[in-house]
């Protein structure tokens, strides 16, 4: 099992947002791949439910990423096989997590820590490629502390153990989500390894996903943020990398038909409680006419017919503004 990462644009895992409903509208507009939201390796190996529901692909999803974190060499090789085992050919690829800066996670020596110890993070890594037989690749930052670039060396590192590709989002771990992205660094482990790199940070449209490209070398590029309430983006992406006319960005009543249909098929899976649906409709109806008002009353929203019930109210609100 390969996988071709040439040219590909990925969504990005993100915990508490790269749902499955959101994996299938991102790539039934362009992405190539998406990743689930970082699955814990411990949690896992508990059996617990929750997180075993996290790597449920969507409906018709053919394969996905799933991003697992875990510091115990051994506890990531044995959960990555059952992963393996449970998706079969669905698993594209299995990447282990060593970029999250969450203090929660850091501080058990999970995520970004294991770039403060690249031996363990090397060995992590190892007993990872030898359990499966997916690819395995690692995501990271440009380092752990801020002015301290430790990522080509550690990507090196990580060549050696065996992983098939490198994803680096250009912040350090201590920067959080401050500051830019510095896409230099993307270039310099391009430079450093001989295996694909995914560039990520700070790419919102077509044009940021180019010159990331051109500025780096890098083989593949993976989107976050601008894709939250936004699944257009890669779209817009995949056309300006194949050198076509991108599509006119959706209207406001694109973006409401596409909110709608996020909470329907959130529902159908997950039943009458979709609080989590929240975010993603104040993210699709961000600038709209009304907004700041339909923001107020999503943050009350629990059930199906609730959100329906202010997508109707948006959708009768823009079509009085045209
Ligand atoms: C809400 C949120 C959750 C995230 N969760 C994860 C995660 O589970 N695993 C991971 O490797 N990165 C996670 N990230 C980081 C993103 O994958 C990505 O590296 C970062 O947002 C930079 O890319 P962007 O500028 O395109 O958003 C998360 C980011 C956000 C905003």
Not at 37 to 47: D, F, H, N, P, T
Not at 134 to 162: H, I, M, S, W, Y
Not at 307 to 314: A, I, K, N, P, S
Request: charged share 25%; proline share 5%.
């Amino acid at each position: 099992m390969a996988f071709d990462f040439a040219d590909k644009v990925l969504l990005a895992p993100m915990a508490g947002v790269s749902d499955p409903v959101m994996r299938r509208l991102c790539r039934e507009q362009g992405a190539d791949m998406a990743y689930t939201e970082m699955v814990s390796s411990k949690g896992l190996s508990y059996a617990n439910d929750k997180t075993r529901h996290l790597i449920d692909p969507a409906e018709g999803e053919d394969a996905v990423a799933v991003q697992l974190f875990g510091r115990e060499p051994a506890t990531m090789a044995a959960q990555a096989a059952w992963v393996q085992e449970q998706l079969g050919d669905a698993l594209a690829f299995l990447d282990i997590n060593m970029g999250c800066p969450a203090r929660k996670i850091v501080s058990k020596g999970d995520g970004s820590a294991l770039m403060q110890d690249p031996p363990l993070a090397a060995a992590v890594a190892e007993a990872v490629v030898r359990a499966v037989d997916a690819p395995v690749t690692c995501k990271f930052r440009r380092g752990f502390r801020r002015g301290d670039e430790t990522a080509p060396a550690f990507a090196r590192r990580l060549e050696q153990a065996g992983v098939a590709a490198v994803a680096v989002h250009g912040r350090f771990a201590e920067q959080l989500y401050e500051g830019a992205s510095d896409s230099g660094v993307i270039a310099r482990v391009k430079e450093a390894v001989q295996v694909p790199v995914i560039g990520n940070g700070d790419i919102r449209c077509g044009a940021d996903a180019l010159a990331m490209r051109r500025d780096t070398g890098c083989d593949a590029v993976m989107v976050g943020r601008a894709a939250e309430g936004n699944p257009w983006v890669f779209a817009d992406i995949k056309a300006v990398l194949a050198g076509s006319e991108p599509p006119a960005p959706p209207t406001a009543a694109e973006r409401i038909a596409m909110a709608r249909r996020h909470a329907r098929e959130l529902a159908a899976r997950e039943g009458r409680q979709i609080v989590r649906m929240r975010k993603h409709a104040c993210w699709y109806l961000a600038g709209m006419p009304g907004a700041a008002k339909a923001r107020g009353l999503v943050n009350q929203c629990t059930s199906l017919d609730d959100f329906e019930d202010v997508f109707d109210r948006m959708e009768a609100y823009a079509a009085r503004s045209l």
